[in-house]
């Protein structure tokens, strides 16, 4: 079984400051990372993903996340947060081939104070 | 190009009721899923679809919730005899091909049972 957790359920930042949000994963095999992105009454957008390869993996709105196996983490950085940033942030993991289902974090909210 | 869209946006059933959910996936995807997301929760995985063929329902909840893509394009969620813990918004995904892991989201369908 494979699960996920987001540490902070909001975070709060100042435009221009550095955004780091947390997440840890649990798989039983290697896992597909995901972050996605969901602006109020909105569908669920994907900032970037993780399959194989390199583990910096650079997404859209200047996000990026690192996959450091031994640590079990893929936290979201962005080094200037922007007004436009604020929405509900959500890590995934999906066991690729074998079951492709999503299974999601409980998300952060990130809020940009001006 | 259009994206996944998702009819209705809004349904309000009594208790007891029978509701479909409809999704139109992107054109050519093979691939549809449909997820939960309760409030202040992330989406969880309820049934996938490769065409026409449901590869995986393990995460439908009861026998009342039934899933179906005849024709390997739209898909339907029903729920038979709502109850106040179906409330939950309903996102539909698809993915271009069976080896694609990105998931495109609908805007999803915001379900309240009264």
């Known amino acids: 079984a494979q699960s996920v957790t987001q540490l902070g359920s909001h975070v709060s930042v100042s435009e221009g400051a550095l955004v780091l949000l947390r997440c840890n994963y649990s798989?039983?095999?290697?896992?597909?990372l995901f972050w996605y992105v969901q602006y109020p009454n909105q569908g669920l957008q994907l900032l970037l993903k993780?399959?194989?390869?390199?583990?910096l993996v650079k997404g859209i709105n200047g996000f990026e996340a690192e996959f450091k196996k031994s640590e079990t983490s893929f936290h979201l950085t962005k080094p200037s947060a922007h007004m436009s940033d604020a929405a509900e942030y959500f890590c995934?993991?999906?066991?690729?081939?074998?079951?492709?289902?999503?299974?999601f974090g409980s998300g952060t909210r990130l809020q940009v104070q001006p | 190009g259009a994206g996944v869209s998702q009819s209705p946006r809004y349904k309000v059933a009594k208790r007891g009721q029978d509701v479909a959910l409809r999704c139109d996936p992107i054109?050519?995807?093979?691939?549809l899923f449909w997820y939960q997301q309760a409030l202040g929760q992330g989406p969880e995985f309820l049934t996938y679809?490769?065409?026409?063929?449901?590869?995986?329902k393990s995460g439908l909840p009861s026998d009342r919730f039934f899933a179906e893509r005849p024709e390997g394009s739209v898909s339907t969620l029903k729920i038979q005899r709502t109850q106040q813990e179906d409330s939950a918004v309903y996102l539909c995904?698809?993915?271009?091909?069976?080896?694609?892991?990105?998931?495109?989201f609908g805007p999803g369908t915001r379900l309240t049972v009264t």
């Open positions: 995904a698809s993915s271009l091909a069976q080896a694609s892991y990105e998931q495109y």
């Open positions: 995934a993991v999906s066991e690729g081939p074998g079951r492709r289902a999503l299974t």
């Open positions: 679809f490769q065409n026409e063929a449901q590869l995986d």
């Open positions: 993780y399959t194989t390869g390199a583990t």
């Open positions: 798989s039983s095999v290697p896992p597909y």
């Open positions: 054109s050519g995807h093979v691939s």
